[in-house]
């Protein structure tokens, strides 16, 4: 299916979901560290992509200890 706009994040949203600051958020999407896609001069996230990002992350910090 194709995504719709719903089905993507913005800078804010993701911030606030996980209570960074959006310069992290952007900082994070810029050096390939969170799953985002630049549309112009903005930066969106997939709810998706987001969410297996975060299980990703999430299983490997619970691994590690």
């Known amino acids: 299916p194709t995504p719709t706009t719903s ?3 913005t800078v804010t949203e993701v ?12 900082d994070m999407a810029k050096r390939g560290q969170l799953p985002a896609y630049k549309v112009g001069h903005l930066w969106r996230i997939r709810r ?6 975060m299980d990703t992350n999430f299983n490997q910090k619970l691994d590690k200890k």
């Open 7 to 9: 089905d993507f994040l």
């Open 15 to 26: 911030a606030t979901h996980l209570r960074l600051s959006e310069y992290a958020v952007r």
């Open 48 to 53: 998706q992509d987001l969410a297996d990002w």
